[in-house]
């Protein structure tokens, strides 16, 4: 069974660009989640999707979205890039009961490395 | 919000120790606390949760304790490998499950062989 699935892997923008990162969750599962990843500040969450909606959202500027597709797939995007941004962005799945209820655990991909210049 | 204080956030044990790490929490409506271990250039992976009705939980090597009145939770591995060296991080939610986990801030372990 394949993971979750993250591209790009690593990429390199410069300051006001915008990036777009991609998630493919584990089959079957609904629930996307994103996190970003830095020294300073560690793990922080971003927002989570569930069957094409946002339920959560983390403290992060307007500059951050993101959106769900009807096969789970999500993206999120970062625009008008500051330096503050370079971090990793994880992704994670769960698999969800019904009406979304959490019934597993949540399985992270290996991220994106984001570097802006 | 909440918040989750880890610590040490390093850690150094010989090889066949113990190593334990702590974490406490602000929220008391808190019912969710997993622990997760990356390894270098790996995203986070699950090693064992444990939810408010319960006070222990252990899987072989490992085992997580929680105490609610005291808002701490803790990790402990016990006869350690080299295998174990890596990052652990503690999380909470209020959620459902996991639904906007706030983490800790990292212990690296190190096993000494």
């Known amino acids: 069974k394949a993971g979750v699935t993250q591209t790009p892997r690593y990429l390199i923008k410069t300051r006001g660009q915008q990036v777009t990162l991609s998630c493919s969750p584990i089959?079957?599962?609904?629930?996307v989640s994103w996190y970003q990843q830095t020294p300073g500040q560690g793990l922080q969450f971003l927002f989570e999707?569930?069957?094409?909606?946002?339920?959560n959202k983390g403290n992060f500027p307007g500059r951050f979205s993101g959106r769900q597709f009807s096969n789970s797939r999500s993206e999120m995007n970062v625009s008008t890039l500051e330096l503050g941004d370079s971090a990793l962005y994880l992704c994670a799945s769960s698999l969800n009961g019904v009406s979304g209820r959490f019934i597993g655990e949540l399985f992270f991909g290996e991220g994106s490395r984001l570097t802006v210049l | 919000g909440e918040n989750v204080e880890q610590h040490p956030s390093t850690l150094s044990v010989q090889e066949g120790d113990s190593a334990v790490i702590k974490c406490t929490y602000s929220?008391?409506?808190?019912?969710?606390f997993p622990w997760y271990k990356q390894e270098l250039g790996k995203g986070p992976q699950l090693i064992i949760d444990i939810r408010s009705n319960v006070g222990e939980k252990k899987d072989q090597r490992i085992a997580v304790t929680l105490n609610k009145t005291a808002k701490h939770f803790s990790l402990h591995i016990t006869e350690t490998q080299p295998e174990d060296s890596a990052v652990y991080f503690c999380a909470a939610s209020k959620g459902f499950g996991n639904e906007k986990l706030t983490f800790g801030t990292g212990t690296r372990l190190t096993i000494i062989p």
């Open positions: 089959s079957g599962h609904r629930s």
């Open positions: 929220d008391s409506a808190s019912n969710y």
């Open positions: 999707y569930f069957s094409e909606t946002q339920r």
